[in-house]
Each structure stands twice: as C-alpha cells, then as structure tokens.
C-alpha cells in the first residue's frame, strides 16, 4: 500500500485558494489518489479522486503530475466551513485505505 | 455515490456490555469496511466485510471482540464486545462502489464506555 504524507495543518484567509500537496513516492500503477474531507464528528466526505493529469468538479480541483508521485487538491475561495481535516489516500479497487493523520485546515475571516 | 445510515448515531454504555451498531447503504455494493477513529486520531480499519464470506480482520482487531455480520448486500452489523472505556471511539462503515470504486462513509456512531 502506498504511504501519503501531507502536512498536519494550513491555516488560511476566507477567500483564498488552498492548495494541499500530497507525497505519494511508492503509488503502484492499479492505484487512484482520492481525497476526503472531515468535519469533526462526522464521517469523511469524498471530495475528488483521480488517477492522473487534472480533474476538476463542483468543490474542488485535483493536479496529478505525470510521474504521480504527488498530488496537489486545489480548493477556490475558501470559506469558514471550509476549515476541517483533509486526507489525502492512496489504493486500488479492494485495496484497504490507510489513513495518515491528515492535514488540518483552518480558514480565517 | 452510495447513502448510508448507521444506527445508533450515539450511545453511553456500560463496560462489559456489548453493542451491536448497524450500517445500511441504499445499493447494493460488495465491499464495505468498518473503520474506528479514537478521539483526535486519524481512522484505523478494523474489517473488511464481503458478502457471502468471513469478514477479514486487521492487525489488533480479533472477531471475538469485534464480531462482524453481512447478511446481504445493503447491511452490515459490528458488535463492540465486553467492553472497556477504550473502546470509547467513533465507529465507522464505509462501502465502495461506482466506477471508480469510491468508498463513501457512513455519518458514525459515537460510543462512550464508562
């Protein structure tokens, strides 16, 4: 299973884009890289998942270099209820995620 | 993507009792997991559930203390055994499904063991 590493907290401005690097040196070629976000008390929320080159929906956007070896999920204009933890995982079809410690977001008025 | 309820959404029970926590998902889908999240950590997974089969248990996690059930292809139980005030966590289910084989997560239930 490939190993993430994201950094354990950002703090922001409401407004400002967010960008959060994911490392993910071992990604196996069956692998995506998919991205949650949690607010505390409830269950992780899917954001995005890909597996190569950009992807973009409705909340967020997620850059994916040719090697893969890392990922960037880009969220515009954040706001206050933008502030939660963001996790970033690595795996293919029946593969069992492995959840790092995440990378918490603060956003600031 | 996949909905999922689990029930209860919080409970206080006492150690050495036991509680059984139920997942239900509106689709039918062949892999659902149950994760657990001890206060200020990151998710542990605890099983795999696949129906039809024995559920498959991470490192730490026995079937005696976390005997899990997967009667059919939209429910799945976890039962928290005899426990103890470190079994106070966030207990998790999640499913994947969809093209992409997305897991989504159920909302959790909260335990508290005095």
């Known amino acids: 299973l490939a190993k993430t590493t994201q950094p354990i907290s950002m703090d922001s401005y409401e407004g400002q884009e967010v960008n959060i690097t994911c490392s993910h040196n071992n990604i196996a070629t069956n692998d995506y890289i998919t991205w949650y976000q949690q607010f505390p008390s409830q269950g992780p929320r899917f954001i995005i998942q890909g597996y190569k080159t950009k992807v973009t929906n409705e909340v967020a956007s997620l850059f994916i270099p040719a090697d893969r070896k890392s990922s960037t999920l880009s969220l515009p204009r954040v706001s206050l209820s933008d502030t939660a933890v963001y996790y970033c995982?690595?795996?293919?079809?029946?593969?069992?995620?492995?959840f790092g410690p995440g990378t918490r977001l603060s956003v600031l008025p | 993507s996949a909905v999922i309820s689990q029930k209860p959404s919080r409970d206080i029970c006492q150690r050495g009792t036991s509680l059984t926590i139920q997942c239900q998902v509106d689709?039918?889908?062949?892999?659902m997991f149950w994760y657990r999240q001890q206060p200020g950590q990151s998710l542990t997974l605890i099983a795999t559930?696949?129906?039809?089969?024995?559920?498959?248990?991470e490192s730490g996690f026995v079937i005696d203390k976390f005997p899990i059930s997967r009667p059919n292809l939209t429910f799945s139980t976890l039962t928290v055994s005899n426990m103890s005030p470190e079994d106070s966590s966030i207990y998790l289910c999640s499913v994947e499904t969809g093209i992409m084989e997305t897991q989504y997560f159920g909302p959790g239930t909260r335990l508290l063991v005095l």
């Open positions: 995982l690595v795996g293919a079809y029946g593969q069992n995620f492995v």
């Open positions: 689709s039918q889908v062949t892999m």
């Open positions: 559930a696949n129906q039809g089969s024995e559920a498959t248990y």
